[in-house]
């Protein structure tokens, strides 16, 4: 079958990273865009861009319909949609099929399974794969629910069961919080995602949170091995490693291959990622969620095993099994990738979107940056502030970040105000470079080393 021609139905870094990777391939590329992103890079340097809305994402990015009329005036024979947006739309997967197009990604009824976090327990369960202690379905009475949380034990999480991004979940410590906090889960569950349904599950205090790169062709299934997404603020991962230094070799062929089972067990297609909490305290590891797309931080993974994530998906989406057998995937060294976004780390995180006066980008050996800027470029404010991703490469962990400090050392943002003194500020932490990390280290270490941030924001002026 193959993909000739690939709209790529997203923006900014990921927007590029792809078109690079259909262009390897021998792919045309069509950029779809907002009004807004109209001096956007990626709309620069694709073979074709046309615009489809508006500046809001509901009038654009998140407009099924405007992008299937672009895929169709453009003779695309292919969509792809990145990561956020609708990449995790199952309508949107089966609208582009029902219009003879290729979804590059799993099949509506496989992102429905897997997206849906109950649905997805469910089949990890069936699979065999390790879950957390928790309700085996979507909650609805909240009486059954408490009664069953008291035989979890406190403290529990309550997650809404079609959520992402940390919305609609809340921690309980006690019964008396969960008959508070498990209606208010459910309302934000509802008003953000349409689905008020919510779930629970055991916490486990000082989790790290580790994750496995998975890909499939409909029958067959490879893992990439694990990386670890500890570092996180308001629930969103800024700094990611892999592979996981936490991890002994039995436990992450352990994790790896119960990845892999999960995949197989739904027959999954392209590129995905299961994630885990893994307990530093017993060593044991729980899934938790998949993500039925290409992550942000797939670059860490690349960089440890030297394959085009991309590539390989696009490659399978066309009809082609996968080009790799596992013995073909060989882990070497340490790599480290940091989210440089537009805001402001000494100014409680302030999105900060301006016109990039000056850019110096680092380079030299074990260096990679996926970016969206140029001199010039003026930061649209109406989406998310993720500029792009510093990725360093080295033979072990401690090498990787001491080349992390010289890349960001050569970093260069002028304009605006971006996260990188947060990350030349954490690789002066002792605890940080001893991996004494977990999912819940950061946010406190925020609060009582503010002045370091600062401290390296005037030095990098």
């Given amino acids: 079958m193959g993909i000739t021609k690939l709209l790529i139905a997203n923006r900014g870094e990921i927007a590029l990273r792809i078109q690079r990777a259909a262009r390897d391939l021998g792919i045309k590329t069509v950029q779809v865009h907002s009004e807004a992103d109209t001096e956007m890079l990626a709309v620069k340097l694709a073979d074709e861009a046309i615009c489809i809305g508006p500046a809001p994402a509901a009038k654009s990015y998140l407009d099924i319909d405007a992008i299937l009329k672009a895929a169709r005036d453009s003779g695309a024979d292919a969509i792809h949609p990145g990561y956020g947006f609708l990449s995790e739309n199952a309508e949107f997967a089966d609208a582009v099929v029902a219009a003879g197009l290729i979804f590059v990604g799993p099949s509506g009824d496989t992102i429905r399974m897997m997206g849906d976090k109950a649905a997805a327990r469910a089949s990890a369960l069936a699979a065999g794969v390790p879950t957390v202690p928790g309700s085996e379905g979507i909650i609805t009475d909240m009486a059954a629910a408490e009664a069953l949380a008291g035989q ?121 990622t299961l994630e885990y909490l893994y307990d530093d305290a017993t060593g044991a590891f729980y899934f938790i969620e998949m993500n039925t797309r290409i992550q942000v931080e797939h670059p860490v993974t690349e960089m440890i095993t030297g394959h085009d994530l991309l590539a390989e998906m696009i490659r399978v989406a066309g009809g082609a099994p996968l080009s790799l057998r596992q013995s073909d995937i060989q882990r070497r060294g340490h790599a480290i990738e940091v989210r440089l976004n537009a805001e402001d780390p000494a100014n409680n995180f302030m999105p900060f979107p301006g016109v990039v006066s000056g850019l110096r980008l680092p380079d030299g050996p074990g260096v990679r940056m996926d970016h969206m800027l140029y001199q010039g470029y003026a930061i649209p404010p109406f989406y998310d502030s993720l500029l792009g991703k510093l990725v360093v490469w080295a033979d072990t962990r401690e090498a990787a970040l001491t080349r992390l400090g010289r890349a960001l050392g050569e970093l260069q943002v002028d304009g605006l105000p971006t996260t990188a003194p947060l990350f030349s500020a954490l690789l002066g932490d002792a605890e940080l470079r001893a991996n004494h990390v977990h999912t819940k280290w950061l946010e406190p270490w925020l609060e009582t080393h503010a002045h370091l941030i600062a401290q390296e924001k005037d030095k990098a002026a």
């Fill in 152 to 272: 979890i034990g406190f403290p529990v999480m309550i997650k809404a069961a079609a959520g992402g991004g940390g919305r609609g979940i809340r921690v309980a410590e006690t019964a008396e919080e969960f008959r508070t906090l498990a209606p208010q889960a459910s309302a934000e569950a509802k008003a953000a995602f349409g689905d008020g349904g919510i779930y629970i599950e055991k916490l486990i205090a000082r989790a790290r949170h580790v994750e496995v790169q998975i890909m499939g062709d409909g029958q067959d299934v490879v893992h990439f091995f694990d990386r670890e997404c500890s570092l996180q603020r308001r629930r969103q991962k800024v700094w990611e490693e892999a592979p996981s230094a936490a991890l002994d070799d039995t436990t992450r062929e352990a994790l790896c291959q119960s990845a892999v089972a999960l995949a197989k067990s739904v027959n999954y297609l392209g590129a995905g």
